[in-house]
């Protein structure tokens, strides 16, 4: 599949290397041979590394997983742990191609830790509403629903905490995974999200209150009240006490 494509195949028989838009564009026409020796043209005429990662981008973001494991493993393609827009874990995870994701995560080694490239797939994957990215970074790679995605030399910003991220896409069915599973609701989240936290906290919490007081599920529900850090909510209408939306809103 690394060779030289002939110009019957529109291939580059001049000799000039196949460009990332022509890669790109074999994708999208699901010409899956032809994308693929292409890329492999390109990383075979490539001394850059910072070029071979783009070409394991493209690979990740069309959910290539052949290739990507080629790149990784024949032609040592390194991937970076500080998040950036086109990284390829991160772009994967854009797109939802869990396995993917997955094979990028188990190449990482070294003594850097991916903990912020972690962060930031998940929070990205909760936005975007891929449950299965999302069970595979919490359940397989210790990402946690608690942190904020920041990438290095950035300030935490609520849009980039995971179950914020998730409930301000619509995406409940990951916000209910994400507080099973460590993350806990805050006042930014109740103020800017009212009606999807409702609907959570009556699922999981108010219902449960109808039960008999020598039940078990009491206790559950007060266990689970601790998903309510540094929030008040009332059980009636549910509102935050003395709270000024306008104060707490993020910038």
């Not at 022509?22 to 070029?51: F, M, V, W």
């Not at 916000?175 to 805050?186: D, S």
Request: proline letters at 7%; one cysteine or more.
């Amino acid at each position: 599949m690394g060779s030289k494509l002939s110009a019957a195949s529109g291939g580059h028989s001049s000799g000039r290397s196949p460009s990332m838009e022509d890669i790109h564009t074999a994708y999208k026409q699901r010409n899956l041979s032809r994308a693929r020796d292409l890329l492999r043209e390109a990383c075979d005429g490539s001394e850059s590394p910072q070029e071979k990662g783009q070409l394991l981008s493209i690979s990740a973001a069309h959910g290539d997983l052949e290739t990507v494991r080629f790149l990784l493993t024949e032609k040592h393609v390194e991937l970076p742990t500080e998040p950036t827009d086109d990284h390829p874990a991160v772009v994967a995870a854009h797109f939802g191609h869990t396995d993917v994701v997955h094979e990028l995560l188990e190449s990482l080694s070294g003594p850097c830790s991916p903990q912020r490239l972690l962060n930031w797939t998940l929070a990205l994957a909760c936005q975007r509403g891929h449950l299965e990215v999302v069970k595979l970074l919490v359940l397989t790679h210790g990402a946690d629903p608690e942190n904020y995605a920041v990438r290095k030399n950035e300030f935490p910003v609520i849009v980039r905490l995971p179950l914020y991220a998730a409930i301000k896409s619509g995406n409940e069915d990951i916000a209910i995974f994400l507080l099973r599973h460590g993350a806990y609701f805050c006042s930014y989240i109740l103020l800017d999200s009212p009606d999807p936290s409702k609907r959570l906290l009556r699922k999981y919490f108010i219902e449960a209150s109808a039960l008999p007081s020598s039940s078990p599920g009491k206790t559950d529900i007060q266990e689970k009240s601790t998903y309510m850090k540094g929030s008040f909510v009332l059980a009636q209408g549910f509102r935050p006490w003395s709270a000024d939306p306008v104060a707490l809103a993020p910038q």
